[in-house]
């Protein structure tokens, strides 16, 4: 018996305990069970034949691009991923592009010549298209929500694009009339006042219409997701218990459909905050017990919000071993440029977004989403799906497109999303947040990057070039000397070929710093082949102390000794008695203690420091000993002090301490009464004088 069915055999006997609860779900439990084992396969309407046979039809006529079968030279630098299967989900979420043609945006394929959309991703390596659906987007005189409007009717149009290019469509059901996440579960308004039973039999109905449609329309329909990063809840529901008779009514209708139609047609559940791995293990562990029927454990994936790769894996690992389900990355992205097209302000923007090692520029998405790629599958993951991909601008930025936002839905929310989301879409409407991130340029071009998925497997080749260079920070102390480094890091687009440049800092730059104050300033560099480059200096008060609030785990750096058999001392984490952050060094014991900690620092400028430390306690008596130290090589200077309660922080200070040979050594010594205690914390030295 395989590992991954042992663990399902020790956890189906807490499922029958739950399974119960999902039992009964009005209109969900209406119609029987279909058994494709036991039961005849159902017969098939006039309507239904003729949309297989449109199916049919429209396979026999797309136009297919097949993936290379050897690496190929291009724009972008691709390191290939040669165990990928070709059948890994290669998918983009394009739900906003209806929206986006009629508010006057036009695609172009590679050689700048107007083309569908839909041919230019399934040219550039895309097998999958995703496009989300809510129920009724729209106001009570049928003004657009925004954020594509994306009914069923708007799923149709574009799903039929998609698979006349040979593309897959996976069913994103959002069961709102907007956007749902972590933050929101708004009920259909058509919903509002239901009971949970209710909702689940109106969700059963909605969902077997909706998908009936869609096949009816020859939508080569090859995965549905049954809610939309669901963690919180679905459909106004938060209850666990609800939340599953909705999973499973959703689930329910879905395997009826894939029946009648004759598709396998999988079911994906859809998370995020992956990050928090315990609590995604949890959620699973709910499914199961819960009896949720489904096919696809769908992750929200974004790397600078949700850790990193090796979590993601971690996490993907755990749900396909356990749990004995498929996992799917449901979306995605990483960005191109940092510049807003639009002006209405993007959600991922700046250095602090940005993940190390990967730039804001075209050859960084790329690699980014290789690199995702790549990880995903060597985790046994089926496949990516790109967050819309092509949201692109509407009008330029410095103009005010908002009327044409307002009029076709093309920007993230209208004003008429006021009403039914009034906290979130309803104060923030406007364009595209995510135009940095499209995988077309802000006129509709496509990028080169967006040739990755093509590339998958056997990479392609482009002449070296640099990608980026990080920019270079410098920290100097006040009235130190200032040294910038004459090397620096280069990324190229071959990240093998990362190297560290001779760079050639600005002389009039560097001499306009006056490194007796605190300041900032930014100093150009050049590198031999003319790249520039920017070193940020910072001048100001260096604390010298290593690990000084003991935060970090590693304490090597501080030596602490005791008389006794019994250290009194511990590094204690407990926000409320440490001076910052949460760890502090503590002391207490039932007998008489005397103990110090102290630090060796050495390679200090020569000057004049001041040291301060801090430190809380009580129940010390008279004769306590405690004092505050530091030891040159030519002497020792000690400050005195005492605890007088809990919270009382004291600040011993030695004001002046002149180092001439690099070193010193800093430390408090207590010497105390039994069952007094205390903490000491955020050691400060600083160079204050020449």
């Given at each position: 018996?395989?590992?991954?069915?042992?663990?399902?055999?020790?956890?189906?006997?807490?499922?029958?305990?739950?399974?119960?609860?999902?039992?009964?779900?009005?209109?969900?439990?209406?119609?029987?069970?279909?058994?494709?084992?036991?039961?005849?396969?159902?017969?098939?309407?006039?309507?239904?034949?003729?949309?297989?046979?449109?199916?049919?039809?429209?396979?026999?006529?797309?136009?297919?691009?097949?993936?290379?079968?050897?690496?190929?030279?291009?724009?972008?630098?691709?390191?290939?991923?040669?165990?990928?299967?070709?059948?890994?989900?290669?998918?983009?979420?394009?739900?906003?592009?209806?929206?986006?043609?009629?508010?006057?945006?036009?695609?172009?394929?590679?050689?700048?010549?107007?083309?569908?959309?839909?041919?230019?991703?399934?040219?550039?390596?895309?097998?999958?298209?995703?496009?989300?659906?809510?129920?009724?987007?729209?106001?009570?005189?049928?003004?657009?929500?925004?954020?594509?409007?994306?009914?069923?009717?708007?799923?149709?149009?574009?799903?039929?694009?998609?698979?006349?290019?040979?593309?897959?469509?996976?069913?994103?059901?959002?069961?709102?009339?907007?956007?749902?996440?972590?933050?929101?579960?708004?009920?259909?308004?058509?919903?509002?006042?239901?009971?949970?039973?209710?909702?689940c039999d109106a969700l059963y109905d909605y969902t077997k219409e909706s998908l009936t449609q869609l096949l009816d329309a020859g939508v080569d329909v090859g995965m549905v997701q049954i809610g939309n990063e669901i963690n919180n809840g679905m459909a106004g529901e938060t209850l666990m218990p609800s939340v599953m008779k909705l999973l499973s009514a959703g689930s329910k209708a879905v395997r009826e459909v894939s029946q009648q139609y004759g598709k396998d047609i999988q079911i994906a559940v859809h998370y995020t905050n992956i990050e928090q791995a315990d609590n995604i293990n949890k959620t699973a562990l709910n499914l199961l017990s819960y009896g949720v029927d489904y096919d696809i454990f769908g992750m929200s994936y974004y790397p600078f919000w949700h850790g990193t790769m090796e979590n993601m894996q971690e996490v993907a690992k755990n749900i396909q071993d356990t749990y004995g389900k498929k996992v799917a990355i449901m979306e995605t992205s990483y960005c191109y440029t940092s510049e807003d097209g639009d002006g209405s302000g993007n959600s991922v923007s700046g250095e602090g977004d940005l993940v190390d090692g990967y730039a804001a520029s075209v050859q960084s998405q790329a690699t980014m989403i290789r690199d995702i790629c790549a990880a995903a599958n060597e985790a046994g993951v089926m496949g990516v799906f790109y967050w819309e991909g092509a949201w692109i601008p509407v009008g330029k930025a410095d103009a005010d497109n908002s009327p044409i936002w307002e009029k076709y839905g093309s920007g993230w929310a209208s004003s008429y999303s006021a009403d039914y989301d009034p906290n979130d879409a309803g104060l923030y409407y406007g364009g595209s947040s995510w135009d940095n991130q499209a995988m077309f340029d802000f006129e509709g071009h496509p990028l080169a990057s967006l040739n990755v998925f093509k590339y998958l497997k056997y990479g392609s080749t482009a002449p070296l070039a640099i990608d980026y260079i990080p920019d270079t920070y410098i920290t100097a102390d006040v009235g130190g000397e200032l040294i910038l480094p004459e090397k620096i890091d280069v990324v190229y687009n071959n990240r093998a070929s990362n190297e560290q440049a001779a760079v050639k800092w600005d002389e009039a730059q560097l001499a306009a710093i006056d490194t007796g104050t605190s300041g900032s300033y930014e100093i150009e560099g050049t590198l031999e082949d003319g790249t520039k480059t920017t070193c940020h200096v910072k001048v100001e008060m260096l604390n010298h102390i290593k690990n000084p609030s003991f935060e970090e785990t590693d304490t090597s750096m501080w030596k602490v000794t005791y008389e006794g058999a019994d250290n009194p001392t511990d590094f204690q984490k407990k926000t409320d008695d440490a001076h910052s952050g949460d760890i502090a060094f503590h002391f207490w014991s039932e007998a008489s203690m005397e103990f110090s900690i102290e630090q060796e620092l050495t390679g200090l400028e020569a000057g004049t420091y001041q040291l301060i430390a801090y430190a809380q306690g009580g129940d010390v008596t008279p004769d306590a000993e405690m004092e505050l130290y530091a030891i040159t090589s030519e002497d020792e200077q000690t400050t005195p002090f005492t605890l007088s309660g809990y919270a009382n922080w004291q600040d011993p200070t030695i004001p002046e301490i002149k180092v001439t040979d690099g070193t010193l050594t800093i430390g408090v010594r207590i010497k105390s009464n039994p069952k007094s205690w205390g903490t000491v914390d955020d050691f400060t030295l600083n160079r204050i004088s020449d």
């Open positions: 018996m395989k590992k991954s069915h042992r663990k399902l055999t020790a956890l189906f006997a807490a499922s029958a305990i739950c399974v119960s609860l999902i039992q009964g779900c009005g209109a969900a439990d209406s119609s029987p069970a279909v058994d494709a084992q036991t039961q005849e396969q159902p017969q098939t309407s006039d309507t239904q034949q003729q949309a297989a046979e449109q199916t049919e039809e429209v396979s026999e006529l797309n136009t297919m691009f097949p993936l290379p079968d050897a690496s190929e030279e291009s724009d972008i630098f691709v390191e290939p991923i040669p165990s990928l299967s070709d059948n890994f989900i290669r998918g983009m979420d394009v739900s906003s592009v209806l929206a986006e043609e009629h508010s006057g945006v036009t695609y172009y394929n590679y050689n700048g010549e107007e083309q569908d959309i839909f041919m230019t991703l399934a040219q550039s390596g895309i097998n999958y298209i995703r496009l989300r659906v809510w129920n009724d987007p729209y106001d009570a005189d049928g003004n657009g929500y925004g954020g594509g409007n994306n009914d069923v009717s708007t799923a149709i149009e574009l799903g039929k694009r998609a698979t006349e290019y040979g593309m897959k469509v996976c069913i994103d059901f959002h069961y709102s009339d907007f956007w749902a996440d972590p933050k929101k579960q708004f009920t259909p308004k058509a919903w509002e006042g239901m009971s949970a039973d209710e909702k």
